[in-house]
């Protein structure tokens, strides 16, 4: 067997953006500082891990006439979306001549809202659309919900789900010991990461790293709210193995903007 160190297969960087969701009114300074900081290290891959539309008008299913019917909402959303994804593409997809990173965006339960909601009123449908994210045309080669993306060993979801009902392994520990190789989720707050070993003896890492985003959740208090928020980036990754590095949101603001 060859071994790593003679391989002529090319160790690449990859950029890992965790949950984004993006919506009207939030600050999107950190999109263009992270788009500032790829154009700075030039990835070989970018991984955006779904989540990063928030969707607020399609949250709940209401009756017809609620929120869910109103279109300006739904407009306001999607306006939302395209203008954070032009703040975090344009610094390296239309300014670096020659530089075509492969773009990788993995659905998330958000994006998914627009699907649950038609598969709730048909009467939705030709209404809401995914393709109203326009996701493709900002570059990125787009992976359905829970469906997985495996890049140079890695294998990348919004969430990795777990019995019969598919909920979320909520711990990097608990990826590992499922799915036995390496593993990278968004979906919860935070992070988490865990290490294991294959039978080769290679090193395996699971990480889940759920929030890139400055404001703060209604939903969650002041104790809670304050979770770690950022980036990774995986340099030397080969074969499913890599050294991880976090970049706080604060630390792209403060060197990036």
Not at 121 to 128: I, S, Y
Not at 162 to 189: D, E, F
Request: charged share 25%.
């Amino acid at each position: 067997m060859e071994s790593r160190s003679t391989s002529k297969v090319k160790d690449r960087r990859h950029i890992f953006i965790p949950d984004c969701q993006v919506r009207p009114g939030v600050n999107t300074d950190h999109l263009e500082a992270c788009g500032n900081y790829i154009a700075d290290k030039r990835p070989d891959v970018i991984v955006c891990i779904g989540d990063f539309a928030d969707m607020p008008s399609l949250g709940t299913h209401h009756p017809k006439g609620h929120i869910a019917y109103e279109g300006s909402r739904y407009c306001a959303d999607i306006n939302a979306v395209h203008n954070g994804m032009t703040r975090l593409v344009k610094p390296f997809h239309s300014k670096i001549r020659g530089y075509k990173p492969q773009m990788i965006l993995t659905m998330g339960n958000h994006e998914d809202r627009i699907t649950r909601s038609i598969d709730t009123d048909p009467h939705m449908e030709g209404k809401l659309n995914l393709k109203d994210l326009d996701y493709e045309n900002f570059g990125w080669k787009v992976y359905p919900f829970l469906q997985p993306a495996s890049i140079d060993g890695i294998l990348y979801n919004h969430y990795f789900p777990s019995g019969q009902m598919g909920r979320p392994i909520n711990t990097a520990r608990g990826i590992i010991s499922k799915y036995h190789q390496s593993c990278v989720a968004g979906h919860l707050q935070g992070r988490d990461i865990a290490y294991g070993k294959k039978a080769d003896n290679k090193t395996i890492t699971a990480i889940i790293a759920g929030s890139f985003y400055s404001h703060e959740e209604d939903y969650l208090n002041p104790i809670t709210n304050s979770h770690w928020r950022g980036i990774y980036v995986f340099n030397e990754v080969h074969d499913g193995q890599f050294d991880e590095t976090a970049v706080s949101l604060k630390f792209l603001l403060k060197e990036y903007i």
